[in-house]
């Protein structure tokens, strides 16, 4: 009976070790309930998805979205609006994708930061592509032409697109910084393909 002593205090310890780290801080418990957040486990196909920062003009394409939340130094968590929680997954209306807006949660000691993410995993590349070209035709016209003809040339070369990154807000505020330039100039987040010289990036 003694020698399973050692053993069960060291289960006890693991497993307050796992409790304290999905504990949410108070900052982030706070941000969760004023913004009607809970946590949610987000579908493999959107995790595995590249996804662009830059919702009118992108020069990068990044990925995974999985590789992004593993690279964050601190405890993230994925949220979802309460209200699409249990939304259904159905084709609804034929005319418009199923997407939802995902935030990855990283909870640091200083501050609370949301990645705030469109997911239009259900789409190929090439329906992204379109849908993106129906939601901005009327404010972006010459500009996202030519954003689209970049996204083809990546989407034949294999980086299609099923996310986009498209705010990022530290402790309740928008960044500053577009979400494009905060991954590249801060985070160090190396993109997979340059969308201005039209080749996939060697890691």
């Known amino acids: ?8 205090l060291g289960f006890l310890l693991l497993v307050g070790h796992g409790s304290a780290a999905l504990a949410a801080s108070a900052k982030a418990t706070a941000l969760r309930q004023a913004n009607g957040l809970a ?23 990044f990925g995974a979205v999985k590789s992004f939340a593993a690279s964050r130094k601190c405890p993230t968590t994925w949220l979802i609006e309460a209200g699409d929680k249990n939304r ?13 807006t995902l935030y ?21 590349p090439q329906q992204w592509i379109e849908w993106r ?21 990546a ?4 980086c299609g697109v099923g996310a986009e990154l498209r705010f990022i807000q530290k402790n ?17 987040f190396a993109p997979v393909y340059d969308l201005n010289q039209g080749k996939k990036l060697t890691k």
Do not use: W
Request: overall charge negative; some cysteine.
């Open 1 to 8: 009976m003694m020698r399973l002593l050692p053993i069960f």
């Open 172 to 188: 309740g505020e928008l960044a500053a910084k577009s979400p494009e330039a905060v991954l590249v100039q801060e985070l160090k």
């Open 88 to 100: 259904s997954a159905g084709p609804g209306d034929p005319g418009k994708p199923v997407e939802y």
């Open 155 to 158: 989407c034949t070369a294999g």
């Open 39 to 61: 946590v949610f486990t987000p579908p493999e196909k959107f995790l595995a998805e590249n996804f662009v920062a830059d919702e009118m003009n992108p020069g990068f394409i």
């Open 133 to 153: 070209e129906k939601f901005h035709k009327s404010k972006t016209g010459e500009q996202f032409t030519t954003a689209k003809t970049k996204l083809e040339q």
């Open 104 to 124: 990855l949660e990283e909870d640091c000691p200083d501050q609370v930061v949301y990645y705030v993410f469109i997911d239009q995993s259900g789409l190929t």
